[in-house]
């Protein structure tokens, strides 16, 4: 039989990792505590996430947006209450792709972006197998997607900040991920690396992706997300953006750390913990 294509491919006919359950949504958690000791890091969760939206979870430092993402990607389970991906434990399946914030990633580490983009093939491919032709047809794919095709022999700490971040997102559509858990993805970024990004984000959601991003920035999650998730230790709103960051909400969540400046929201979250 012939090779597929990736462009042939769909995730019905190539799905991998635990099934998708019918009628399941992407995300449930229902009365999830997270403690770590005797710290509560998530108290009482509940909500729902659906397939193909941007989210924005935003909150002040120590509000429990890490937490919320291991959770989702399954490196850790619920002390109470339950969390399912695609209608069963998140840790089973394959389709989640995290991009970490940029300051946590070794950038002197000697891999060209064709070597971290590959990465994302590990798990079709296996460990200590060579890539094939589809595997590398998905990497040259993936970077054409994201604009990134002109940087495959560079070293990655070579690139620019948006430019890494590009390739991080290619990293994650080389690994056929049906969702992004992205982490302050747009930290020290200029205005136009932010504006690429952003469309990056938005031709994948179109295709179907799902894509939660950690953020502090309200004015962009206002903007920019079809959905916010606004939480502090517990979920003080989830829904459109008009919706959750009214000022009674915001009062909740950030108490007396939030003001206006030129009509522009502003967080202090310096004093946090």
């Known amino acids: 039989m012939a090779e597929q294509t990736p462009s042939q491919m769909t995730h019905a006919e190539d799905h991998y990792g635990a099934e998708h359950l019918p009628d399941a949504p992407l995300f449930d958690a229902s009365h999830v505590t997270v403690r770590y000791g005797q710290q509560t890091a998530l108290d009482d969760l509940s909500f729902t996430l659906n397939v193909g939206e941007r989210v924005a979870v935003v909150g002040p430092n120590g509000a429990g947006k890490s937490t919320l993402f291991k ?11 339950s969390a399912n991906l695609y209608g069963s434990n998140p840790a089973e399946h394959l389709c989640v792709a995290y991009v970490p914030q940029r300051q946590s990633v070794d950038w002197s580490f000697p891999v060209t972006v064709q070597d971290v983009v590959m990465m994302g093939r590990t798990a079709r491919i296996g460990l200590f197998r060579w890539a094939k032709k589809q595997d590398r047809d998905f990497v040259y794919q993936s970077l ?24 991080f997102i290619a990293r994650a559509l080389a690994q056929e991920a049906e969702l992004l858990l992205l982490d302050e993805p747009l930290a020290g970024l200029d205005l136009p690396s932010q504006e690429q990004v952003f469309e990056v984000l938005e031709s994948v959601t179109a295709s179907g992706i799902t894509a939660i991003v950690a953020t502090h920035d309200l004015n962009m999650a206002a903007r920019r997300f079809d959905q916010v998730l606004l939480l502090n230790g517990r979920l003080i709103a989830l829904g459109k953006p008009a919706d959750v960051l009214t000022a009674d909400n915001l009062v909740l969540a950030y108490g007396g750390h939030l003001h206006t400046q030129d009509g522009v929201l502003i967080a202090d979250t310096c004093c946090d913990h």
């Open 144 to 167: 054409e997607r994201v604009n990134a095709t002109h940087l495959i022999d560079k070293q990655i700490g070579e690139l620019s900040g948006g430019q890494q971040q590009r390739v």
């Open 71 to 81: 959770l989702i990607v399954g490196e850790i389970r619920p002390d109470n209450g």
